[in-house]
């Protein structure tokens, strides 16, 4: 699944655990100025944070829901989720 979030300053749900097995995911911050910070929504600890045009792809055990906020505005995030 590939899909793009817009974001705020308030974190919001990104990908939500019970929807998926375990996966690896791709993230990139499709704004040229603002960053972006993903964290896990059980516990709220940043664990990637992106500057404009940058991306990450990690293993996610899909254990916690991830959420994304933004420093300001309202930046776009492209998403994707590939399960294993």
Do not use: H
Not at 1 to 26: G, Q
Not at 36 to 56: C, H, N, Q, R
Not at 58 to 72: R, Y
């Amino acid at each position: 699944e590939v899909k793009r979030v817009v974001l705020s300053t308030t974190a919001k749900d990104i990908v939500a655990a019970a929807s998926y097995t375990k996966s690896f995911v791709f993230v990139k911050n499709m704004d040229s100025a603002i960053n972006i910070t993903l964290v896990k929504a059980d516990g709220g600890d940043e664990f990637i944070a992106l500057g404009p045009g940058e991306f990450g792809f990690f293993p996610w055990s899909t254990a916690v829901d991830l959420q994304a906020d933004a420093a300001s505005g309202t930046p776009i995030l492209e998403v994707g989720i590939f399960e294993v």
